[in-house]
């Protein structure tokens, strides 16, 4: 029996011909879309890079919900820009340092985070300040031109003095490298930004925020449709079903993409080759709200 493809990508219609397994590995790898907000993000951040060095840069906090797709897009934009030959020949040029902000607000960790990503050789007990000359002379080096640190809002997590400790590294770290820094965080990072005047100034923040009934909305469940290789048409964009979508992720583009990544996976188990309101029923998925409360001690009824 022919199957009609014409909801699918080029690349979902030529995943239909693997076996059961190897379609199910395929709808689970990660995949990119998109979409208008995210595209505009982008956009910003090549905007940043390009932009001539000035004693007063430039730089860009990224704030949405957890799992809403920041340090996706940050990613992309990463990937995009690797590291390459120097432009003497000598040794690597290395546009963007990407790294994650340690779990407690720690000047000496932050440092130890830009030396490790770097690879570059350096000893624990050696000063903060010490440390702090390397990663600036070795940036310098390899011509950065953008540091981005995800998971900001770590920041909080520690005693007032030590948050500042690590808000003026950031800031000493923009004005030496004369770099854009790119914040990555939740609305408390927002916040934290917010307690200092001058980083307050200097960040301008950007929203991700949550998914809801609307056309781009519909434009993104008509792009995961096309890319997960089912054979049967799902219709994800017909409003009761699209709306059970939106509510069962509570708009969250990461809880979206599980949600219909595990009920892909479940169609081809099953057969039924389609996503419809009855699989995702039967899905037991747990909002992310309600796993949160769970794991801090609630109780059902």
């Known amino acids: 029996m022919s199957v009609r493809t014409t909801h699918l990508s080029s690349s979902a219609v030529a995943a239909l011909s693997l076996d059961d397994a190897e379609r199910i590995e395929r709808i ?22 390009t932009h001539p060095k000035t004693h007063r840069m430039p730089n860009l906090l990224i704030v949405g919900d ?7 897009i940050a990613g992309r934009f990463h ?22 902000a340690p779990p407690v607000p720690d000047e000496s960790r932050l440092y130890n985070a830009i030396l490790e990503k770097l690879n570059a050789p350096f000893r624990p007990q050696e000063s903060t300040d010490s440390r702090q000359l ?20 770590h920041i909080l997590a520690g005693w007032p003095h030590r948050q500042r400790q690590v808000l003026n590294t950031i ?8 770099v854009p820094i790119v914040a990555i965080g939740t609305r408390d990072a927002f916040h934290a930004l917010q307690s200092d005047d001058q980083l307050a100034n200097r960040f301008e923040p950007t929203l991700l925020p949550r998914w809801t009934m609307g056309t781009e909305y519909l434009k993104l469940l008509a792009s995961f449709e096309r890319m997960l290789p089912l054979k049967g048409i799902s219709a994800l964009v017909e409003r009761s079903l699209a709306l059970k ?13 599980a949600l219909l990544v595990r009920a892909a996976v479940r169609a081809v188990e099953r057969g039924t080759e ?4 009855k699989l995702l029923d039967g899905l037991n998925w747990t909002a992310p709200s309600e796993r949160r409360w769970r794991s801090v001690g609630g109780q059902g009824d």
């Open 245 to 257: 979508i939106l509510s069962m992720s509570e708009g969250v583009i990461g809880e979206i993409s």
């Open 79 to 100: 990937a995009a820009h690797p590291e390459r030959d120097g432009s003497n020949g000598d040794g690597v040029t290395l546009p963007i340092l990407a790294i994650q």
């Open 171 to 178: 800031k000493y770290l923009g004005n030496e490298l004369k």
């Open 28 to 49: 689970r790898s990660p995949r990119w879309i998109g979409y208008t907000r995210a595209t505009q993000i982008l956009d910003q951040l090549e905007s940043l890079l």
């Open 134 to 153: 390397q990663a600036v002379r070795t940036l310098s080096q390899i011509e950065t031109r953008m540091v981005i640190i995800d998971e900001i809002h």
């Open 274 to 277: 389609r996503i419809d309101a």
């Open 66 to 72: 957890t799992n809403n797709g920041k340090s996706m």
